[in-house]
């Protein structure tokens, strides 16, 4: 029997999408990691990974979901063989995977936000050092967040995608996008931003960690979603009137340029202010949940009323995150093992949970999981390690495949119907020509140099 699909209408693509990548990865991560890697090369070599590699690849998987209708596994079967749905399959183990961390992460917006709320009424009070600390190492409040984020997910997952989240997201983007654009201009006024934009914009290569290559793959994968099938899903639900190249730029554009505003306005107020520079260094785990609140009641017009608000949104933000990552498990459930929906929703949620306990005990509170170490220096813990593996691995050896497929395997015709980008007389766009060459060599040949450079021990020392 085959089962009615939904359709995204208008603009519901470009939002679930947008959603989808739009999240703790550009609000959290980014930051955290370009701070890490010392700013200007690396963030000039992310922008290179999120053209040459994510653009395409974006395109490769929303095509293969609007031309197949299905979720990655019986996709990659349909449109390849047997063999191929092993992508599909890597894909949804690494769902499971990213899952189970970013709930915990997604929590720590509920406490910011009930701690806002707080202070804006009865004033701020600045935290005591290794305040964030305590916190994170509270082994049963960690717990207790990340069920509740879970929780939440998986209530709209069984209500269904569409009318729930389609219609939030319509409401709540638009404010993420204003609220963070509001903030870049506060801060465009301190002091720190001089030495902010020296940061982020003027490459000095000597200063670029060896890994840090590896990482800008890594994390263009992460940040738009792609790399485990989350935008073949989406892009089963879009409509066909719909140009994918136009979409998928959209979505690139968009989420780098969020990105880039929270390093502007988080490396503003680390510079701008000394006492947060110090806490910063020792732990910019907390960048989003700890320099941002300062900057709320310290230094911003109309901060008190803005903070809660800015925290719901974040919430809000990786909630779309993590519906995107339910969704695939949901969806391929019910269609590989024939469950219900609601059933799916429950094994799948649980499953993610499980693994969720170990990563919000891994941050202090059991001394084991937080001492786990695989990947060496600052990654240690369950938890950093998950999304090691997760970002660094699993979704550039998943996208990997998805470009030889696309570039290699597929047949020719149907990639460039699906794709339909022609001119009036007949023959393929310029457009479509970078696309296929960026998916058949360029995106294909960086993502295995990076994981050739890996394997040869840069990482491992
Ligand atoms: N892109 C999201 C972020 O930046 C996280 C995310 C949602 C994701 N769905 C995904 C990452 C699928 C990889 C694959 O926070």
């Known amino acids: 029997m085959k089962k009615k699909r939904g359709i995204f209408g208008r603009f519901g693509f470009i939002l679930a999408a947008t959603g989808s990548a739009i999240g703790l990865g550009n609000l959290w991560k980014f930051p955290y990691i370009t701070w890490h890697n010392n700013g200007g090369a690396f963030v000039l070599i992310y922008l290179a990974s999120v053209i040459v590699i994510g653009w395409p690849i974006m395109m490769a998987e929303i095509l293969i979901g609007r031309k197949t209708q299905k979720n990655p596994v019986p996709a990659f079967e349909e449109l390849g063989s047997k063999k191929w749905s092993a992508v599909g399959w890597l894909g949804v183990t690494t769902g499971l995977v990213i899952l189970g961390y970013y709930t915990v992460i997604a929590g720590w917006a509920i406490t910011s936000f009930t701690k806002c709320l707080g202070w804006s009424f009865s004033g701020y009070v600045k935290p005591a050092a290794g305040a964030f600390d305590n916190f994170t190492g509270n082994g049963l409040l960690q717990l207790f967040l990340s069920f509740i984020f879970s929780v939440i997910t998986a209530l709209i997952i069984w209500r269904g995608v569409k009318k729930g989240i389609e219609r939030t997201t319509k409401i709540l983007m638009p404010i993420l996008f204003g609220i963070l654009i ?12 001089d030495e902010t934009f020296k940061f982020l914009f003027t490459a000095n290569f000597a200063d670029l960690p060896s890994t840090a290559i590896l990482e800008s793959v890594g994390h263009a994968f992460f940040t738009l979603s792609l790399g485990m099938g989350a935008m073949i899903t989406y892009g089963s639900y879009m ?40 806490s910063v260094s020792a732990d910019p785990i907390g960048m989003l949940f700890v320099t941002l609140p300062n900057l709320f009641y310290t230094q911003i017009p109309f901060g008190s009323t803005l903070a809660p608000i800015f925290f719901i949104l974040v919430g809000f933000a990786a909630l779309s995150s993590t519906i995107s990552l339910l969704e695939v498990l949901v969806s391929f459930l019910v269609d590989k093992f024939k469950m219900g929906r609601h059933k799916a929703t429950v094994v799948a949620a649980a499953s993610a949970y499980a693994i969720s306990i170990f990563a919000a005990l891994s941050l202090g509170a059991i001394p084991f999981l ?15 390690t998950l999304d090691h593996l997760a970002s660094n691995w699993m979704l550039p050896v998943g996208g990997l495949f998805i470009t030889i497929f696309v570039g290699w395997f597929l047949d020719k015709k149907i990639c460039q119907d699906e794709v339909n980008l022609y001119k009036t007389d007949g023959s393929p766009k310029l457009s479509y020509k970078f696309f296929r060459f960026l998916i058949k060599f360029i995106a294909p040949l960086a993502i ?5 450079a890996v394997i040869l021990g840069q990482d491992f020392s």
């Open 182 to 193: 509001y903030l870049v201009i506060m801060v465009l006024s301190l002091p720190g931003i």
């Open 239 to 278: 409509s066909r009137k719909e140009s994918i190249a136009r979409n998928a730029a959209l979505v690139v554009f968009l989420d780098t340029l969020i990105a880039i505003g929270a390093c502007i306005i988080m490396f503003t107020i680390i510079f701008s202010v000394p006492a947060v520079r110090e």
């Open 370 to 384: 937080s001492k786990l170490n695989i990947f060496g220096e600052g990654k240690d813990g369950v938890l950093s």
């Open 448 to 452: 295995l140099a990076v994981i050739i």
